[in-house]
């Protein structure tokens, strides 16, 4: 079982609706990454998350530390938010690395 | 701009073929790593380096060396490519590992190995 798990793996939309995607963690971390990775592109680093909640233009993140849970919101999606979201944990402990989460692909159509 | 440049963005490769993947940052950031990232999986860690002359496997680290002598430079090394390899590889770099100011990554070298 993957330390990591994201739902959905696969999600379309229409422009304008709001969209949740879900991150569930079995690890105890000291942060948690949202990550947008465009088709063909690189990867953006879109929010660190130890706690509460993080707001940026239309997208928002929230963490529950205590359920090991993350969503990222997107308010009024629009066809440039169709990307790869991936979510990455920093697991507690001095050597720890990141651990990624096989991403959800977005689609958001007209 | 300021950032991680990757280079090459494509490569194809023979089995056997050796070659070298460079990663560059200007932002004085000490942790480096690169990933592969395979369908279906998620991005999986080679090697990192928490600062110039220290590095360190990850979770996959067969096959690939590196070296960090600048602060500024960590290529990844291919000794003798296999298809396995095939991959897109990642570059990240961060103030420390468990820096606030998150990741920043750059652009991707998609490797193919026939």
């Known amino acids: 079982k993957n330390e990591v798990e994201q739902s959905p793996q696969n999600l379309t939309a229409q422009e304008g609706e709001f969209i949740t995607i879900n991150c569930s963690y079995s690890?105890?971390?000291?942060?948690l990454h949202w990550l947008q990775q465009h088709p063909g592109g690189g990867i953006v680093s879109l929010f660190m998350?130890?706690?509460g909640k993080k707001k940026h233009g239309r997208l928002i993140a929230t963490i529950n530390i205590q359920e090991k849970h993350s969503s990222l919101h997107i308010t009024a999606s629009h066809p440039r938010d169709s990307a790869v979201y991936i979510c990455?944990?920093?697991?507690?402990?001095?050597?720890?690395?990141?651990?990624f989460g096989t991403g959800t692909r977005l689609q958001v159509t007209l | 701009n300021a950032g991680v440049t990757q280079t090459p963005k494509f490569q194809v490769l023979k089995t056997g073929q050796s070659m070298t993947l460079q990663c560059a940052q200007d932002?004085?950031?000490?942790?480096m790593s690169w990933y592969r990232q395979d369908p279906g999986m998620g991005l999986r860690l080679i090697h990192y380096?928490?600062?110039?002359?220290?590095?360190d496997q990850g979770e996959v680290p067969n096959g690939y060396n590196v070296s960090r002598s600048t602060t500024e430079d960590f290529p990844l090394r291919l000794l003798s490519a296999a298809p396995s390899q095939t991959s897109v590889y990642f570059c990240?770099?961060?103030?420390?590992?468990?820096?606030?100011?998150?990741?920043?990554f750059g652009s991707g070298t998609r490797l193919t190995v026939v």
């Open positions: 990240a770099s961060s103030y420390t590992r468990k820096s606030n100011y998150g990741y920043t």
């Open positions: 690890v105890g971390i000291s942060a």
């Open positions: 998350l130890s706690s």
């Open positions: 990455a944990v920093l697991p507690t402990g001095t050597a720890s690395k990141l651990t």
């Open positions: 932002m004085n950031h000490e942790y």
């Open positions: 380096s928490v600062g110039a002359g220290i590095t």
